[in-house]
């Protein structure tokens, strides 16, 4: 009976003895910002261009929406109007809109008179500077796009010439730690610059497509303007 009560024993106090393993855990923050000091700053860069690129996408997105929100009867109030002869209503219905669609459709108005080529030539001008104001900031998100990549490639060189250069200086006696820090430099501002490229590059897209369905609606309404005036008296 002691046998087994020593044997209990000597278990326990092996148990105790281990040492108890604790999970190391790595937040987003500590991943991102361990590596040499080239690589913090090439982070601290990285997410510069996504706050822009964030910002950039979120305003440029409600203006497009606000800019294609437009009454359903809005071209058949105005066509109502200038058959009747009734222009200053027109105009105001136009600037009551706050649209590019108005805007163009206003510019028309106030053209009537002028032989048709010279409202047509009006109207396409209006047209470019409203698409110039839709595509504001649009090609910098963009250039984001390209050069947030180019960027964390930029410091995937650096990790990598840091760890070449404690190789070469420790005459191939390099501790690993300090191989490491190069090799972990290179790959944070790789996956970093991948990250910002890729959503400023969906939300240049995104903005692209929701221009292009305004310019759309601009044209369609220019045409309907233009037919409006052909219609026979």
Do not use: W
């Not at 020593?6 to 092996?14: F, P, T």
């Not at 999970?23 to 601290?44: A, H, N, R, Y």
């Not at 595509?135 to 650096?158: D, H, Q, Y």
Request: glycine share 8%.
């Amino acid at each position: 009976m002691l046998y087994f009560i020593q044997q209990d024993g000597l278990a326990d106090a092996a148990q105790a003895a281990e040492p108890v393993v604790e999970e190391k855990t790595l937040s987003l923050f500590d991943l991102m910002f361990s590596g040499s000091l080239g690589g913090q700053i090439i982070i601290v860069i990285l997410f510069i261009l996504l706050f822009a690129a964030v910002y950039i996408y979120f305003e440029r997105l409600f203006a497009i929406k606000a800019a294609s929100k437009i009454d359903k009867n809005f071209m058949l109030q105005i066509k109502d109007s200038v058959l009747s002869g009734n222009i200053e209503s027109a105009k105001i219905r136009c600037q009551q809109s706050d649209s590019p669609v108005g805007r163009l459709t206003e510019k028309g108005i106030s053209r009537i008179g002028s032989p048709l080529e010279d409202i047509n030539t009006a109207i396409e001008n209006a047209g470019r500077l409203e698409v110039y104001k839709l595509e504001k900031n649009v090609s910098i998100l963009a250039t984001i796009a390209g050069a947030a990549p180019m960027i964390g490639f930029l410091g995937t060189v650096i990790g990598m010439v840091l760890a070449f250069h404690e190789l070469a200086t420790s005459s191939g006696q390099a501790q690993m730690g300090a191989l490491a820090e190069g090799i972990y430099t290179a790959m944070t501002t790789t996956v970093a610059g991948l990250i910002v490229g890729i959503i400023a590059y969906i939300g240049y897209n995104h903005l692209v497509v929701k221009t292009d369905k305004v310019v759309h609606q601009m044209e369609a309404t220019a045409v309907d303007f233009l037919d409006l005036l052909n219609e026979p008296a």
